[in-house]
């Protein structure tokens, strides 16, 4: 099965930096990577996802890059804001079955200081 | 658009009480659904998932279960709890079938189970 392995475990950066959080996979045929951020309480939300067919996407001051030579990919936040504080979760899928089930990784929690 | 919703928000149980989570889904049919336990301070445990009305994969023995008694209803269940049980419950779904590989998991906003 798929393994994810994600670090750093806990990131504390001052507003305004960047705040790059990485992870690795294990199976070569993994081609679907989702990043999700969980504000206390609350369930975790989608807010990037790339497909192997591309190595980098970008949505405003986030950013998902992919290789899959070295099967990982990271999640970069450009302008870090207070808001921005929260738990990242990466996720890969487990190879096709009957579910569409997602391994996570450990989880990173960023601290941005105003 | 699509929403899913779960209740209760928090719960505190006791030791050896039932436990009923429920979970529905709106805007959506037959979409895959899961359940998910998260401990304080760690990741994701995927707990179960199901296909369709009826059909229940466990991912790992416990003392839980789970039901589908309708296309977007999903209930997480127990007879007795146990201290272990406590964490954050989260369901989940996705689009059906052989579309669902390579899409997104949408997560509800979860229940808080204390056990005591």
């Known amino acids: 099965g798929e393994n994810v392995e994600q670090h750093p475990s806990t990131l504390s950066v001052q507003e305004g930096d960047s705040a790059v959080i990485k992870c690795t996979y294990s199976d070569s045929a993994s081609n679907y990577f989702p990043w999700y951020k969980q504000e206390l309480g609350k369930g975790p939300q989608l807010i990037i996802d790339?497909?192997?067919?591309?190595g980098e996407k970008k949505d405003q001051r986030i950013a998902v890059t992919l290789n899959k030579t070295a099967k990982h990919f990271s999640l970069h936040i450009t302008e870090t804001q207070p808001e921005d504080s929260a738990v990242y979760f990466c996720?890969?899928?487990?190879?096709?079955?009957?579910?569409?089930?997602?391994?996570f990784g450990g989880g990173t929690r960023l601290m941005v200081k105003p | 658009s699509q929403t899913i919703h779960q209740w209760p928000a928090t719960l505190v149980q006791p030791v050896g009480s039932p436990l009923s989570l429920e979970c529905t889904v709106e805007?959506?049919?037959?979409?895959?659904l899961y359940w998910y336990r998260q401990a304080a301070g760690r990741g994701l445990q995927l707990l179960f998932y199901s296909v369709g009305i009826g059909q229940i994969s466990s991912e790992v023995p416990q003392n839980l279960s789970a039901s589908r008694p309708q296309d977007r209803q999903f209930i997480l269940s127990s007879k007795k709890l146990l201290l272990s049980d406590s964490g954050f419950y989260l369901c989940a779904w996705s689009v059906e079938g052989v579309r669902s590989y390579n899409s997104p998991l949408h997560f509800g906003n979860g229940t808080r189970l204390t056990v005591t």
């Open positions: 790339i497909r192997s067919n591309v």
């Open positions: 805007g959506t049919s037959n979409p895959n």
């Open positions: 996720a890969a899928p487990v190879p096709p079955n009957a579910g569409n089930m997602l391994t």
